[in-house]
């Protein structure tokens, strides 16, 4: 490949690079843009892969930098100046590339560019990839749950099914004979679970120990941070503290009542010789961290595991 016959300006440094798309309207066998603390840069290329042509953006001479979806589905980069706009069209399976382009080309616009390099960006587009792997993990295990959960339903409705039939042969429509009818029904294991389902929502008598919260100070666990999400909370906080800027105490309030939450579980159940009080309050607390997600599993069995030896 023939190298590009330019050269970077003084104090200028590139941050990212992709051919994730092409400038609409132009015909170049291939294009790669080149992104500095400065500007861009499209490189156009030439059939046999030789360096043809560049051009510039710079960042000052952008307005405005969008990602849009045309009707037939496909995305695009519009980058708007005073006097006219450049389109660039995603290329096929580069998404996660086209994510970071926008971001870069936005981030570079503002005042804090000066935080944002090279690594960042490959890191972010790793932590784009990774997010998407475990996203695409989730949506095949609630499609599994779903199919179990569609499984279940007709195993009830041929369970109701079989059970009507043993009433109606019985000729006993009275409490009695419905509930011999739906215990003659249950054979196996499995349709005994189902059995009690069955029965408990028919006379409306749900288990005393399910209907009633084990924990009263049960708290729904908080959504886990995505790879992206914490990249971007971390590098926030770079800036703050290269800035100068004093932490919200406000904000932290809630950190540092977790943190002294965790703390002081951590001093009881390095007591010894805790009473039974103590030990079922020191499995509370503890149990109210792995449920926000404070605590992983392992962690919180090992606790566990000391607290009642």
């Known amino acids: 490949m023939t190298k590009q016959n330019y050269s970077l300006n003084y104090g200028e440094k590139i941050v990212f690079k992709t051919s994730c798309v092409k400038r609409k309207g132009f015909s170049a066998y291939r294009q790669e843009l080149i992104l500095t603390n ?66 870069v080309i936005n981030d570079q616009m503002s005042e804090d560019a000066e935080y944002y390099d090279f690594n960042y960006y490959n890191e972010y587009l790793a932590a784009i990839k990774e997010d998407n792997k475990l996203n695409l993990f989730k949506l095949l295990s609630d499609s599994d749950e779903d199919n179990a959960e569609t499984e279940f339903y007709e195993k009830g409705i041929k369970f109701a099914g079989k059970a009507a039939k043993n009433i109606l042969k019985s000729g006993n429509f009275g409490i009695t004979g419905v509930a011999k009818g739906l215990l003659k029904t249950a054979t196996s294991q499995q349709t005994k679970n189902l059995k009690k389902s069955v029965v408990n929502g028919f006379f409306g008598t749900d288990d005393e120990e399910d209907s009633i919260p084990k924990n009263k100070n049960y708290v729904e ?50 007591k010894s010789n805790l009473s039974i009080d103590e030990q079922i309050q020191a499995l509370i607390k503890l149990k109210e961290l792995l449920d926000v997600g404070i605590l ?9 595991k000391e607290i009642m030896n």
């Open 38 to 103: 400065r500007s861009i840069i499209l490189e156009k290329y030439g059939v046999f892969n030789n360096f043809v042509d560049m051009e510039r953006y710079y960042y000052r001479d952008i307005n405005q930098a969008i990602q849009i979806e045309n009707s037939n589905g496909t995305k695009q980069l519009e980058l708007y100046f005073d006097d006219k706009i450049e389109i660039f069209i995603l290329l096929n399976n580069e998404e996660c590339e086209f994510k970071v382009l926008l971001k």
């Open 221 to 270: 666990p908080t959504k886990k941070l995505s790879n992206v999400e914490k990249l971007e909370l971390q590098k926030l906080d770079e800036i703050r503290r290269k800035k100068g800027i004093p932490e919200d105490k406000e904000e932290n309030k809630e950190i540092d009542k977790e943190e002294n939450f965790e703390e002081e579980i951590i001093k009881d159940v390095n």
């Open 296 to 304: 992983t599993q392992e962690e919180f069995d090992k606790k566990k």
